[in-house]
């Protein structure tokens, strides 16, 4: 039986080694760390639940930026370091025999799922940062779920381990010039990728901006799109379109109306829960203006409705703090010029602190919830 990798001493690498194991978890477990954290709030920015839902922040402005822009660096730099402690331990896959006990069986079961769930979980996210979305299942859901499965099967693996992990915690002397040069070359692999994807958000890595599918400033009016007006069936908006406002006084305005209301500019990001963000000059009518016209107090939340025919975010809901919030505009223009048919001709919605598919475009119907 004991042939090929089944032998005793089959894998002779020195880095197959429980120290190297803990120096690349200590790093993945870091990047796992951060990514689920900032998962965590995009989700529920996304989908609060009533107890949070009064208690978002829209400021800084910068804040999803950030938290996704990290998400997304933290997801793609956690695929060399996983590959690299498969690496170190993908030996163990050979162990003999294959189970020693019930609870060897069952540490080597809980493992599989630990890995199948982190491997599934880091594909799906990198191709949906691509806009891929080729599974039948919900991505967001699944990416949600899967998380959750890989984080207990990781605190369970960590708690398996913790004794071997205390005991390699520490540099072992003298050092392994081996392990040095792995360790190395881990390291660039990460910045690497860090280098050429990271940035579709961070400003100053623009150039470097290689291997991630969007450039910030690349698109119709130097801001990139994720569904276009012809996707949505919006690139020709009704001749006759007129806001609709309903709440306790209901109101229609024409163009020429909420051009003549208080025009207010703030500068505010874009920031795709793909990983892309750009910052841009918006201006239009205060959403929160249009919310006192109707009647309503500033605690009302909206339901916002675009033109776009079908589409999981023609309908979306906006918390009370975001539509108060002077910041947020129904956005008649950016950067100046009147709004392209791709970022939301007529009328689009752009407010702090929000997930990018939230930021409604072509919006028709803005619906007080009191
Ligand atoms: N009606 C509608 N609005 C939408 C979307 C959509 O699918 N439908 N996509 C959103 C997404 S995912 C993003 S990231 C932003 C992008 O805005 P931009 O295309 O103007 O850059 O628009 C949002 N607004
Ligand atoms: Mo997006």
């Not at 999803?64 to 331990?89: C, E, F, M, N």
């Not at 630990?114 to 919900?138: D, R, S």
């Not at 910045?191 to 050429?196: G, I, Q, R, S």
């Not at 975010?313 to 791709?342: I, K, S």
């Amino acid at each position: 039986m004991r042939i090929g990798p089944l032998r005793e001493g089959a894998f002779r690498s020195r880095l197959h080694d429980p120290r190297t194991a803990v120096v690349i978890g200590r790093w993945l477990g870091t990047a796992l760390l951060i990514c689920f954290l900032t998962g965590l709030y995009s989700h529920v920015l996304q989908d609060p639940p009533s107890w949070l839902r009064d208690h978002l922040p829209s400021r800084p402005v910068d804040l999803y930026r950030a938290s996704q822009g990290l998400h997304v660096i933290s997801g793609i730099a956690a695929i060399p370091l996983l590959g690299a402690k498969l690496w170190t331990v993908y030996p163990r896959l050979f162990e003999w025999p294959p189970a020693r006990s019930v609870r060897h069986a069952l540490e080597r079961l809980g493992i599989l799922l630990l890995v199948a769930a982190m491997l599934l979980e880091l594909f799906t996210g990198l191709l949906n940062t691509l806009q891929w979305y080729v599974w039948p299942f919900p991505f967001r859901q699944t990416h949600f779920w899967l998380a959750w499965i890989a984080v207990g099967g990781l605190l369970l693996h960590l708690a398996v381990k913790a004794p071997e992990i205390a005991t390699h915690w520490r540099r072992a002397r003298p050092q392994l010039a081996q392990r040095r040069g792995f360790l190395t070359a881990v390291t660039a692999s990460v910045l690497a990728v860090t280098a050429v994807t990271a940035g579709q958000t961070v400003p100053w890595l623009r150039r470097a901006d290689l291997l991630a599918p969007r450039r910030p400033d690349i698109g119709p009016q130097g801001l990139p799109v994720n569904r276009t007006a012809a996707a949505a069936g919006t690139t020709q908006p009704p001749t006759d379109w007129r806001l609709k406002v309903t709440g306790p006084r209901s109101y229609e305005l024409t163009m020429d109306e909420l051009l003549a209301m208080d025009q207010h500019e703030a500068e505010l990001p874009i920031a795709c829960v793909e990983g892309w963000s750009a910052t841009a000059r918006w201006s239009g009518v205060r959403i929160r203006d249009l919310v006192t016209r109707a009647g309503a107090a500033p605690t009302a939340r909206l339901r916002i409705t675009s033109l776009e025919t079908a589409g999981p975010y023609r309908v979306t809901e906006m918390e009370a703090d975001y539509a108060r919030d002077p910041l947020t505009l129904l956005a008649l223009r950016v950067n100046g010029a009147v709004l392209a048919p791709d970022h939301g001709y007529p009328a689009r919605v752009i407010a702090p602190g929000r997930p990018g598919v939230l930021q409604t475009k072509w919006v028709e119907r803005l619906e007080v919830i009191v």
